[in-house]
């Protein structure tokens, strides 16, 4: 182990290691008791609502209502760490599944459950190109894309992933195109790639075409061929209160759905 | 469940992973001698910057990393831009993007370990050799290089393990393509994304530390048998 250990100690010695050791050990921990007493709500949030959900947030906190803080991830992630004893107040999930995984777990208030977005799924290109195709069961996707991939979220795991296989499935694609997919670790990372011309094509929520002016929407997926993509949102098990509660109701609001409405979703 | 069979997933991302490292590793050698020798051997002004860029990766959220190889070395990145057209040569989406990934993650710690090598060695017999009429490359060849073996050595069993571990800049460089880019911490990740991948992901877990553990065991017992070869008893 010398050598090992050689290359290692002067890392370790290093007295800016130890400065910013201390200097961690001094940043306040913010602590994220119940909801109760405090001034904070946690919301743990579907990465593709990270824009609108901030925003409805600080709207929330504007009329004199306690601050949400919001942890956007996917939402796979997130109800992981929720079941791992994560401290967050509301959950918002991108796909129903994963509130049903919390709730076979007794992990959610089930009653305070609701369905609050929807979304759709879209076909996306780089801006430079133009290709004007429709989506309809007939086209030649595969043959479009040629050697190049078709860049989505992984169908194995993310939720964007999972209906775009559904619905290339029910227009008799994904046959062809199953060996040509870049399956990407969520949904933005799919828009990013195509954003930079790495693929040619990519699918995506018509949300996340929307935040970037580097891709086009050749056409939205038919409804019909893929299951209604809905965010369910609920109060997490014990974290019932007059805060969440207003928030929940806020959720529902004119000025909440406004918002959600300008940034692609649908609501219910 | 049979520990000891390995189900064809496992078999393919650890086949991907040792594959990629390897390749990671071997393409890190030559540049990787060259920059430790720079930094022990030569002082030039941006010396300093060029040891700060060399660490980067070790220091960057390797995500940022994917994302900085997109930029440059994807199918339309400055350098990848280029290679492409030139050479028709393309990192974008296949293994060969995984292995650079591996490589510029793992590289800082091969340089690391050569230099240190290259710095703790007897500078006199650079320059007897010197004195005796070898030329600079010679004195390379025949002294350096031989000398600073053991740092080599280590270097390449680290970057190795290190490659073998690699995720952040992977995925989001070449996606997590099954067969081409799916290595096993990638294959991990896709099970602990499933509701109900836990055994799977935990059985991988398993064969990813076997092997680190294996490759770094290896690392000491060659060190120490060099050492040994070199100083005789010690």
Known sequence: MNLLLQIYR????????????????????????SAEGREKILIFSAGSTINAITE??????????????????????LAKQIAQGALADIYI????????YLSEKDL?????????????????????????IEITPGLDLAGLLGKERMAMGDPDHVPAGIYGKQALMALGMWDDIKDRVAPMKDVRAALVMVEREETPFGI??????????KVRIVDVFPETSHPPIIYPVAILAEKESPATKRLILFLQSPEARAVFLKHGFTVK | MDLLHLTPLEIESLRLSLWVSTWAVLGSLVPGIFIAWVLARVRFPGRALLDGIVHLPLVLPPVVTGYFLLVLMGR??????????????????????????AGVMAFPLFVRAVRLSLESMDRGLEEAAHTLGAGRTRVFFTITLPLSF??????????????LGEFGATISFVSNIPGETRTLPLALYTLIQQPGGEVGAFRLCIIAVVVALFALMISDFLARRRIFLMHGEK
């Open chain 1, 10 to 33: 002067p890392l370790l010695r290093l007295r800016a290691f130890l400065f910013l050791v201390t200097f961690a050990a001094l940043i306040p921990f913010p602590g994220f008791g």
């Open chain 2, 76 to 101: 339309h990145g400055m350098i990848g831009g280029w290679l492409y057209d030139v050479t028709g040569f393309s990192f974008a989406f296949s293994w060969r993007g995984a292995a650079l990934a």
């Open chain 1, 204 to 213: 995506v929520y018509s949300t996340d075409a929307r935040i970037s002016k």
């Open chain 1, 108 to 132: 959610i208030e089930p009653e305070t459950r609701f369905d609050l977005l929807g979304n759709r799924l879209v076909l996306i290109e780089p801006i430079s190109n133009d290709s004007r």
């Open chain 1, 93 to 100: 999930s991108a796909n129903p599944k994963w509130m049903d």
């Open chain 2, 150 to 163: 053991p740092g080599i050595l280590t270097g390449t069993i680290l970057a190795f393990a290190r490659s």
């Open chain 1, 56 to 77: 409805v947030g600080d709207l929330f906190n504007k009329q004199g209502n306690e601050k949400c803080v919001i942890s956007c991830a996917a939402s796979s992630t």
